[in-house]
Nanobody, 116 residues
Framework: QVQLVESGGGLVQPGGSLRLSCAAS????????IGWFRQAPGKEREGVAC????????DYADSVKGRFSVSKDNARNTVYLQMSSLKPEDTGIYYC?????????WGQGTQVTVSS
């Protein structure tokens, strides 16, 4: 059974940092395409960052470029999203997504709130 468990969310002031983790079990992340998504209240879910399963390259939404960084630890089977210079508009539930062999898996999400 595949499980993705996100953690690391919380309340942070504008300009602060958080590191989100997504620990996978039942699936190896070595060759998976991994994405981080977020959903703000009243808005659709949007892609934030991803790691390619082909060349391990990363890509980011324009709104987070230069502030967010995605990385993967194959030994821990965990993917991270380092978020810096956080803004109130970064508030939302953050989800990790894994695509492998035609299957699509989602975690339960972790809440990030950026507020003073």
């Amino acid at each position: 059974q595949v499980q993705l468990v996100e953690s690391g969310g919380g309340l942070v002031q504008p300009g602060g940092s958080l590191r989100l983790s997504c620990a996978a079990s039942g699936i190896s992340l070595d060759y998976a395409r991994i994405g981080w998504f977020r959903q703000a209240p009243g808005k659709e879910r949007e892609g934030v960052a991803c790691v390619s399963n082909r060349d391990r390259s990363t890509d980011y939404a324009d709104s987070v470029k230069g502030r967010f960084s995605v990385s993967k630890d194959n030994a821990r089977n965990t993917v991270y999203l380092q978020m810096s210079s956080l803004k109130p508009e970064d508030t939302g539930i953050y989800y990790c997504n894994v695509k492998l062999l035609g299957y699509d898996y989602w975690g339960q999400g972790t809440q990030v709130t950026v507020s003073s």
